[in-house]
């Protein structure tokens, strides 16, 4: 009976939600209930993405733009595709920035005689340090502006940006957002005053000795202004920081072998299922393929990829035919240039396609929490009046907001564009650093969101022209 009483109320409340919205209504309640139903029992009990991943991130592992790795990463891709016999696989062609690491990284300050080992990482597009290494004073700043107010007084010196997260925001991606320019911005601020180099506070809550990666870049600086920069992590940070207070003279030493090499070719990955009214018009779902190179990218975004082609599979498992074609994409080189965002998008101008929805899975596989999107008035009230088939899923975070880097150079008045956003706690103790591994994400997890995913994609199908 509980189980009767809760199924009216649903329907009672999508209604109502229609009505007061002037949504367009769906033909039948029933028909979508018992579809979601489908989708997440299918992914609970048949579900393929968690094995996919396995090969993903534990048979070819980290895939950096431009590497081996990310070359067997596309053939995998286009491979499996085939597999599950999608209408059309093909890939799309693109350039992409080539930087490789090299040796690994070292790092250590003296204070008040007493050496003390840092753990470090370059930061991605960063120059490498002289064979031997820099050594120099360091100065601690908490901001780009910050720096920029100390000018000359950086020359000679390593700049240390040291503006942690803010803990007292709930989303950890607002954190994350709130400090990452130090990490992109930082060389291209300093490196004009003199200063010798870089090292940045990890993006990261977690307070350990993991350090965490990610791009930066040297805007406008000329060559002899490009300055080394690394990530130091969150713990070598609070000693430095407090070491500093006591020592302002002390010395910090670090030594990175990192290089940029010609652009090199690779590939969007790309499989389509055909509409069978709309055939010309699509919905575009999709992670990125590449990832950094310090764990196998299993989370950011090896989650994403698998749980995208998902969705076509769930689709067709269950039987639906869509009305739009419906398109995933392994977008290339998210990390460092988002290359194959713009690609795609270029392309789908180039050839007068029309998209009317696209969703981007680049948070992590981690427990279903809703989907943010960027639309018009009309279509929001649409996606909100979702809700109330959503929330037994565990989706009630529905509303305004971003969407994904590699879907929105997609972005038009007429395009409905969405961010798959799973549960945001932990994610930041992996992204970006050797802990984002296989072994750090759970299989049912990947499944809900993979079947939360497919949902939007058949409500979408079902109720946009």
């Avoid at 009990?45 to 990463?73: F, H, K, M």
């Avoid at 992109?184 to 940045?200: D, H, N, P, T």
């Avoid at 018009?376 to 037994?392: C, D, G, Q, R, T």
Wanted: aromatic fraction near 10%; glycine fraction near 10%; charge should be negative.
């Amino acid at each position: 009976m509980k189980h009767l009483v809760l199924s009216l109320c649903i329907f009672s409340s999508f209604l109502s939600c229609q009505s007061n919205t002037g949504a367009k209504p769906p033909v039948t309640n029933k028909t979508d209930v018992t579809t979601l139903k489908q989708l997440f029992d299918t992914a609970l009990t048949d579900g393929q993405c968690y094995e996919w991943l396995e090969v993903l991130s534990n048979d070819i592992g980290g895939r950096l733009s431009g590497s081996p790795e990310a070359q067997q990463a596309v053939e995998w891709g286009a491979s499996l595709m085939k597999t599950l016999n999608f209408d059309k696989v093909w890939l799309q062609p693109v350039m992409v920035p080539h930087w490789v690491r090299g040796e690994k990284e070292s790092a250590y300050f003296i204070a008040n005689k007493q050496r003390y080992p840092v753990p470090t990482c370059a930061l991605g597009g960063s120059v490498a340090t002289p064979e031997n290494g820099v050594t120099a004073q360091v100065i601690e700043v908490q901001s780009l502006e910050e720096a920029e107010t100390l000018g000359e007084k950086l020359r000679g010196k390593i700049v240390f940006f040291n503006r942690p997260f803010d803990e007292r925001l709930i989303q950890t991606f607002k954190a994350y957002g709130g400090c990452v320019d130090q990490r992109y911005k930082g060389a291209s601020i300093v490196g004009k005053y003199g200063a010798v180099g870089v090292i940045v506070r990890s993006m990261t809550h977690s307070i350990d000795d993991t350090p965490h990666t990610g791009s930066m870049t040297y805007a406008a600086l000329e060559a002899d202004e490009k300055i080394p920069a690394a990530a130091i992590s969150t713990r070598a940070a609070n000693l430095l920081s407090e070491q500093l207070r006591e020592h302002p003279a002390l010395t910090y030493h670090f030594k990175q072998h990192c290089k940029t090499l010609p652009d090199a070719p690779s590939f969007n990955v790309i499989g389509e299922i055909t509409g069978t009214r709309f055939p010309n018009r699509f919905i575009t779902v999709g992670g990125h393929l590449d990832s950094w190179d310090l764990g196998d990218g299993a989370h950011d975004d090896g989650a994403g990829v698998v749980q995208s082609i998902e969705v076509l599979r769930l689709l067709r498992r269950i039987g639906i035919q869509p009305r739009h074609s419906i398109r995933v994409v392994l977008f290339m080189n998210e990390e460092n240039g988002l290359r194959g965002g713009k690609k795609y998008a270029e392309e789908a101008t180039k050839n007068g396609e029309v998209h009317v929805a696209a969703l981007e899975s680049d948070a992590g596989g981690f427990t279903p929490r809703g989907f943010s999107f960027d639309a018009n008035h009309k279509n929001k009230e649409l996606f909100m009046s979702w809700k109330p088939l959503l929330a037994p899923y565990g989706l009630h975070d529905m509303g305004p907001g971003g969407s994904g880097a590699d879907i929105s150079p997609l972005k038009s008045e007429h395009i409905s564009l969405f961010g798959y956003r799973p549960d945001s706690q932990r994610y930041f103790d992996y992204h970006h650093s050797v802990n984002d591994t296989f072994d750090k994400v759970n299989k049912r997890e990947l499944a809900l969101g993979a079947a939360a995913m497919a949902s939007l994609v058949y409500l979408l199908d079902s109720y946009i022209d």
